[in-house]
């Protein structure tokens, strides 16, 4: 039964946009609210990385790589996660992973959603 799932990806050229959604189905809202949040990639040949991560109380931290493109995102209310991200860069070419550590307990991780850029 799925935890987590990613979508949005897909082939955009650059400098276009894309928003990747992360659905926690499962995650009661009390839960949820109270977890980090965070998205990661990871790119052929590389180990995965840290894009961006939401507290709960809303501290924002995103790579260098991504400042004053990216945004992260949470809606409680419907348990999703967004990253919205502009001026894409062929560098930015990954799978993108959606992660949830829940206070006190387990990390969920979902099976990614692919991001190329190219033209």
């Known amino acids: 039964q799925v935890q987590i799932a990613e979508s949005g990806g897909g082939l955009v050229q650059p400098g276009g946009s894309l928003r990747l959604s992360c659905a926690s189905p499962?995650?009661?809202?009390?839960?949820?609210?109270?977890?980090?949040l965070g998205w990661y990639r990871q790119a052929p040949g590389k180990e995965r990385e840290l894009v961006a991560n939401i507290t709960p109380g809303g501290t924002i931290t995103y790579a260098d790589s991504v400042k004053g493109r990216f945004t992260i995102s949470k809606d409680n209310s419907r348990k999703m996660l967004y990253l919205r991200m502009n001026n894409l860069k062929p560098e930015d070419t990954a799978v993108y992973y959606c992660?949830?550590?829940?206070?006190?307990?387990?990390?969920?991780w979902g099976q990614g959603t692919r991001v190329t850029v190219s033209s």
């Open positions: 499962r995650s009661i809202f009390s839960v949820f609210s109270s977890s980090d």
């Open positions: 992660n949830r550590k829940e206070a006190g307990g387990p990390t969920y």
